[in-house]
């Protein structure tokens, strides 16, 4: 029995259901940011951070700060690159817009390489586009919340090692940490940029980026200042180098709740990478056998850009997401409609992230899928489909 | 009885702490951010700032964004200069000196006005110094958290109206909102910058900024786009009104928990203002006097200079914080060392803020004035003084 009050099931790609021993974290008492007892907590959650992206050079730094999971945008846009300098974004959604959107708001000249709905640019079109000209960074969005594309992540950044080593490979990992593999040292990514309440399971509150060693280096080697303050690496890197060596330090005050949440569902997660992975996948694949046998298509057609934290379908034809989703809250089901422009009014997410999939003792996943089908029914005899 | 584990008593100049019912809201089930529910929340909270800062004219608007307090100096820094223009920071300690970097860092011409330590720049100085160039904005410090003293916000706004009318005013509200009086628009004040976790009573992670009509259509007129995307006024503007309109929007996940907890907290708040204030100056009153009736001075010497939610306390000669803060720990109280760099190992710091001023349950206040007398009585002995 969960000790939360009774509510229907948050089954959306973000924010996602709350693990009961996370929520309760957040009931701590005041403590000072600078106290040895925060302290600690924030240091171990840095390193838990760590854990969570497979890393152990030590080179490689991750940021916790009070913010939402955009902020991580200004973070790499402010530090990794400087004004007129060449950014690659590879868009497959909503999310590779606003991400340059973000860089051009500090100066980088953007090129968007764009892939059709539900696909991602191919090796070869990036390998292309790469060798035009110098880029100082690439971005991909792991999995593009709007569309629920997958991007290769391994793929991309090898091939920009092989064909543009001094390009920073850039990772929007908002809707795809803790449910999709990353390996940041083994993959050699720069910067993974995240927020707390995916898949990792944690309200949200919290930007979290993972940099590379090579990208501190070409943040302190700026000839320009960063374009920020609040989000300037050079002010927060001490910051969190002192808290992961037990050192109080300030530069301006950490969200204490939010990090003892943190603290708690990566304590849960970096028990078992590996094993974490391998369940949301199996999960997903369930989801997607599931939604083929009610005959929904998803945006993304080839299972090898398919997310495994969340699943984009189409509605059968004459149905809109208003057709169907009050049937969903009916059953106690809560699912997301379609966010990409232009196709939002025929498309539906179902978001199978955290605890919802890894809790056995939830049936969060079966009754949804139970629940689609009973409301997809009704939706189309309401028409008369 | 409090809700709360055992504790030490967090007596800081924030964070500080927590109201249960303001604790237990961040235990909320999750809910999409877009959902009716927490739409709900979110434009009560909104319409809650509005009553805190006592405005109620239409064309004022507030901010409540993921981030620390430092992320307001963002938004004033990145939105309402621009590059090559003039600032006139009045610089009371440490948080002068740090908003002032935040405004070159976007490209502002600072001026400080520096006051000796403890005391605040005169009203004859600041009329001085408006008139030798005109300045886009002017940035005071209502209490620096660093050294107690207490700016005169209302007398300042009136000068500026006076001699330099088109400079905006913005006041650093972080340790001042919730415990110091302010009339927003009564003052004709431009920003108030604050945080959620020093007298508003709430967990650290929201920046909360209170602008003016003016200040938004000086944003809105710039020559050049806003320094910050995170911070840009333009994308959380229509994020603001719709959400305070009771209709959801889109820029980033807002942090649902602590927007639940200021919703709480601002309840209880703006249930009397006026009161909130009296109760602030009353405990103040006592407090400073146990302190003189301890032979302790405080950094800023004239009352009018003197903060409402804090003092900042020289020891006697001889004894340094670390000899005191032990023995009111011992005794189940915290305090903060000194801050501000030049005097930081000569003095000490007491919140007295929120609940723990507020509670007539509560005997915060009075615990601490007694385990300051004992500890000091102790440090002394010990150091033979």
Redesign the interface.
């Known amino acids: 029995m969960s000790a939360?009050?009774p509510?229907n099931t948050?089954l959306?790609p973000?924010?996602?259901?709350?693990d009961d021993a996370v929520?309760?974290s957040?009931?701590?008492?005041?403590?000072?940011?600078v106290?040895p007892g925060f302290v600690k907590v924030f240091g171990e959650t840095l390193t838990l951070t760590r854990k969570l992206f497979q890393s152990t050079n030590p080179s490689a730094q991750p940021f916790i700060?009070?913010?939402?999971?955009?902020?991580g945008?200004?973070l790499v846009?402010?530090n990794l690159i400087e004004r007129g300098e060449n950014a690659l974004v590879l868009n497959t959604g909503y999310f590779g817009d606003s991400f340059g959107?973000?860089l051009e708001?500090?100066g980088a000249q953007v090129t968007h390489l764009k892939a059709p709905i539900g696909d991602r640019p191919s090796l070869e079109e990036i390998e292309k586009t790469l060798k035009q000209k110098p880029y100082k960074l690439i971005t991909l969005t792991h999995v593009d919340t709007s569309t629920g594309v997958l991007s290769d992540v391994k793929g991309v950044a090898q091939l920009v090692r092989r064909v543009s080593p001094e390009t920073l490979v850039i990772v929007d990992g908002v809707c795809s940490v803790g449910s999709e593999e990353i390996a940041f040292d083994e993959w050699d990514l720069d910067a993974v940029v995240t927020?707390s309440?995916k898949a990792i399971g944690c309200?949200?509150?919290l930007?979290i980026v993972m940099t590379s060693g090579r990208a501190i280096q070409r943040a302190q080697s700026r000839k320009t200042?960063?374009?920020?303050?609040?989000?300037?690496i050079s002010n927060w890197l001490p910051i969190m180098q002192n808290y992961e060596n037990n050192k109080p330090s300030y530069?301006?005050?950490?969200?204490?709740?939010?990090v003892h949440a943190l603290h708690t569902t990566l304590s849960q997660i970096t028990a078992d990478v590996p094993g974490r992975f391998a369940i949301h996948t199996q999960v997903s694949d369930k989801v997607k056998a599931a939604a083929a046998a009610l005959g929904l298509k998803q945006l993304a057609p080839r299972p090898e850009c398919q997310a495994h934290g969340m699943t984009a379908m189409y509605l059968p034809e004459g149905l809109a997401p208003p057709d169907v989703l009050p049937g969903l809250l009916k059953r106690g089901v809560?699912f997301?409609a379609g966010l990409h422009k232009e196709i939002a009014t025929k498309y539906i997410r179902f978001g199978h992230m955290g605890v919802s999939v890894t809790d056995p003792n939830r049936k969060d996943v079966d009754n949804a899928l139970a629940a689609l089908k009973e409301a997809l029914t009704e939706a189309k005899q309401a028409k008369g489909l």
Chains 1, 2 share one sequence.
């Open positions: 939360q009050a509510h948050l959306i973000g924010p996602i259901e709350f929520l309760s957040m009931s701590h008492y005041a403590e000072s940011h106290a700060i009070a913010g939402s999971g955009t902020l945008w200004d846009s402010a959107q973000c708001c500090y927020a309440q309200p949200p509150g930007s200042p960063p374009g920020s303050y609040y989000a300037a530069f301006a005050t950490p969200p204490t709740q939010l809560i997301a």
